[in-house]
C-alpha cells in the first residue's frame, strides 16, 4: 500500500484490523485448544469493531487533517504485517498470541505517537490525539479482557 497521506495511514490502519480479525476467525477454527479458540473469537470481535471506528473516524475526520502528507514519517516507522498464507496464530498457545496481538497494538500506538510529535498543525494534532487516545484504550480494553479469558 503506498502511503502518501494521513488518509492513507488510516487506511492502513483500518486493514491492520481487518487483518487480524479475519486472521483471528481462522485459527480459532484451525486451533485445538478450547483457551485459544475462546481468545481468538474475542480478539477477532474486537479487531472487527476497531477496523469499524476506524472507517468512522475516516468518514468523520478533517479533511485538512486526512489530506495531509506524512509519507516520509510512516517510512521510519512502517509495521510489517502477514498478509498472506498461514498466520502464526494457528501454532500459538494463548499467551503468545496475547503477547503477538499486543505488539500489533503497541506498534500502531507507536505510529500514531510519532506522527503526532511531528505534526505542527493544530488540527492534526487534535485528530490524532484523538486517535491515540481511541486506540490506546482499546489495547488496554484488549489487554484486561485477553487476561480475563485466559484465566478461565
Known amino acids: 500500500m503506498q502511503i502518501e497521506t494521513l488518509y492513507d495511514v488510516m487506511q492502513w ?8 480479525h479475519v486472521f483471528a476467525a481462522h485459527c480459532a477454527l484451525e486451533n ?9 473469537e474475542y480478539i477477532s470481535s474486537h479487531e472487527k469493531k476497531m477496523a469499524r471506528v476506524i472507517r468512522q ?12 502528507y506524512c509519507r516520509h514519517f510512516y517510512k521510519k516507522t512502517a509495521i510489517p504485517i502477514h498478509l498472506t498464507g498461514e498466520h502464526p496464530f494457528e501454532k500459538m498457545d494463548t499467551d503468545e498470541i496475547a503477547i503477538a496481538t499486543l505488539e500489533y497494538h503497541k506498534n500502531i500506538v507507536g505510529l500514531f505517537e510519532y506522527l503526532q510529535n511531528c505534526s505542527s498543525a493544530p488540527s492534526v ?12 484504550a482499546e489495547k488496554r480494553l484488549l489487554a484486561r479482557n485477553m487476561k480475563q479469558i485466559d484465566d478461565l
Do not use: C, Y
Open 13 to 20: 490502519t483500518k486493514n491492520i484490523h481487518q487483518q487480524l
Open 32 to 40: 485445538d485448544s478450547e483457551r485459544s479458540e475462546l481468545l481468538l
Open 57 to 68: 473516524f475516516e468518514d468523520n475526520g478533517n479533511s485538512n487533517a486526512l489530506n495531509t
Open 125 to 136: 494534532t487534535e485528530f490524532l490525539s484523538n486517535i491515540l487516545s481511541l486506540e490506546e
